[in-house]
């Protein structure tokens, strides 16, 4: 048994604020689904999980959005943070917190930060002029941007325009040696910021390193401006309401909002530095850079690690709205069923590299490995204690011979699985159940139990009770991923609702547990349609 089990400490996962000027898609879908996987995992441990995502609701881009509707900005973003929150119910999802950047709680706590980096020195008021792109709330150095027919472009592709205004500027340049040190700090130092994938934190690194000597001799260039007197759908500056903050000062605020700074000390003691940011790769520079520093100069600590995964395409084009081509997860969880979406998301691609969700792809993996390879196996097995047992779980049996490889990778399984969770890595977990499931199928196969009930009824129980073991075993590990048909399936084993758990596993079912007929988990899919 994974020695993790008594772990009660807890384990704060976050996923990033959604901006509500869109409709939810599969990267929301994804990002969250992934947290979400993680934080069902932890509570398997035994973990106390407080697993948080929401939405994010200030800004000029919002405020253009509701304008465009025709629509208070308040009154807009009360509607369009509710497509989340019904998301998080059609995904599955089991977050225990959702916060909107609106919320008066949130607005204190982006006020009492503020407060606490004056108090500091690390805020001063200067002026900004620089190239500005709406669409990412984002400054451009000139060398970064390309001109087309007059107008200049940022990387994105966004347009970007020069702005003028008074700012206030926070002291980026003073921590960028110390983010730096502490990027580069061993695994298992306390003081490590993990960026993750490997990729990801050598990008962010030399993207500081670069900064640093581009402008080593004039380092306020490196300061960040942190608020806006350009338009006013923000939380106002504590003292110059002028002044509204800049969007991801606020946005990147709510992890610490949710966790209780500064009001519930107790809860914030609990829950910070969080576990993990879930992020995607657009975004890692905001958590890896700015994020840090500004808990590091407020004299909080940084969350231990920030993930970047890649993106999807849409069979092999890139997703966007002008395309026609994003991707809907009502519409795919209608179709194909939510857990065979979860199970193909997070299965088809490694975490942390860009991928293609194809409806092939995802027909041949529920086919092949849902149905086939699991379900069958569930279903063949469970059939057969039911005709051939009278409906009771065999009793526990010693191992033969031939038990023996079967039995290894089952019983090594949950601690497998923990290992890549704890790394991200998600499509290596499921890859070692259906290791594992094959192993079964051939087993099964090569045992053939429906025939020894004639020649050998001992060992067709002992058989039997050796793939129910099996079962029971993967379908415990796949709970966070399929909550509602491994829920199934250990109804189905005849495993106790109080007996789920990864700490469970140590303790065998008795012999001449009455198990419910079965009945199939996965429906195989037409390829056509
Ligand atoms: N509001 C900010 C985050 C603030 S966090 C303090 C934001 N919001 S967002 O709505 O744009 O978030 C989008 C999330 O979806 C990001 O993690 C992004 O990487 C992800 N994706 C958007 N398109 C995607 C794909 N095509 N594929 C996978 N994920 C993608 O950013």
Not at 17 to 25: A, C, F, G, S, T
Not at 63 to 91: C, I, N, Y
Not at 154 to 182: I, Q, T
């Amino acid at each position: 048994m994974p020695d993790t089990v008594s772990d009660r400490r807890p384990c704060f996962i976050t996923t990033p604020i959604y901006y509500v000027n869109d409709r939810p898609h599969i990267g929301h879908a994804y990002t969250s689904l992934a947290a979400d996987v993680l934080a069902r995992w932890r509570r398997l441990e035994g973990r106390d999980v407080f697993f948080l995502t929401g939405t994010d609701e200030h800004g000029q881009k919002v405020e253009k959005a509701a304008k465009d509707a025709g629509m208070d900005p308040q009154a807009f973003t009360d509607q369009v943070s509710q497509h989340f929150r019904d998301l998080a119910v059609t995904m599955g999802f089991s977050n225990d917190g959702f916060i909107r950047t609106t919320e008066e709680r949130h607005k204190r706590t982006c006020a009492a930060l503020w407060e606490k980096l004056v108090a500091n020195g690390e805020i001063y008021l200067g002026h900004y002029e620089g190239w500005y792109a709406v669409r990412d709330e984002a400054f451009y150095g000139p060398d970064e941007l390309t001109e087309r027919d007059g107008v200049r472009y940022a990387p994105s592709g966004a347009p970007v325009e020069w702005v003028r205004e008074p700012s206030y500027f926070f002291r980026l340049s003073k921590w960028l040696p110390e983010l730096l040190r502490r990027f580069d700090l061993p695994e298992g130092d306390p003081h490590r910021i993990d960026i993750q994938p490997e990729s990801r934190r050598n990008e962010v690194r030399a993207f500081v390193q670069n900064g640093l000597k581009e402008f080593g001799q004039t380092p306020e260039k490196l300061d960040l401006s942190i608020s806006r007197t350009s338009f006013t759908w923000g939380v106002k500056v504590p003292g110059d309401p002028a002044h509204v903050m800049y969007v991801w000062m606020d946005a990147l605020t709510n992890y610490i909002t949710a966790a209780g700074y500064p009001h519930d000390p107790e809860a914030f003691a609990r829950w910070w530095p969080a576990e993990i940011h879930f992020v995607g790769k657009d975004i890692v520079r905001f958590h890896t850079i700015y994020w840090p520093a500004f808990l590091l100069a407020a004299g909080l600590a940084p969350a231990k690690r920030v993930f970047a995964h890649g993106w999807w395409t849409n069979e092999g084009q890139k997703i966007s709205k002008s395309l026609g081509n994003v991707i809907d997860p009502v519409a795919l969880v209608a179709e194909f069923g939510l857990d065979p979406i979860r199970y193909f998301l997070l299965r088809e691609v490694p975490f942390g590299q860009d991928g293609d969700f194809s409806r092939a792809a995802l027909i041949g993996r529920n086919n092949g490995e849902l149905a086939n390879a699991l379900g069958n196996l569930a279903n063949r097995t469970l059939s057969l204690i039911q005709r051939n047992c009278d409906a009771k779980l065999p009793g526990p049996a010693a191992r033969a011979a031939s038990d023996a490889a079967l039995g290894a990778l089952v019983d090594a399984l949950p601690g497998q699985v923990g290992a890549h969770l704890d790394r991200q890595e998600f499509h290596l977990a499921l890859e070692a159940v259906m290791a594992a499931a094959r192993e079964a199928n051939g087993y099964i196969t090569v045992e053939a139990p429906w025939a020894l009930k004639k020649t050998d009824p001992a060992r067709m129980e002992a058989v039997l009770r050796q793939l129910h073991d099996a079962l029971r075993v993967f379908a415990t590990v796949l709970q966070p991923f399929m909550p509602t048909t491994m829920a199934k399936l250990l109804d189905q084993l005849g495993v106790p609702e109080a007996a789920r758990g990864l700490g469970a596993l140590g303790t065998p079912l008795p012999g001449g547990l009455p198990l419910p007929p079965p009945a199939p988990l996965f429906a195989k899919i037409e390829a056509a349609g």
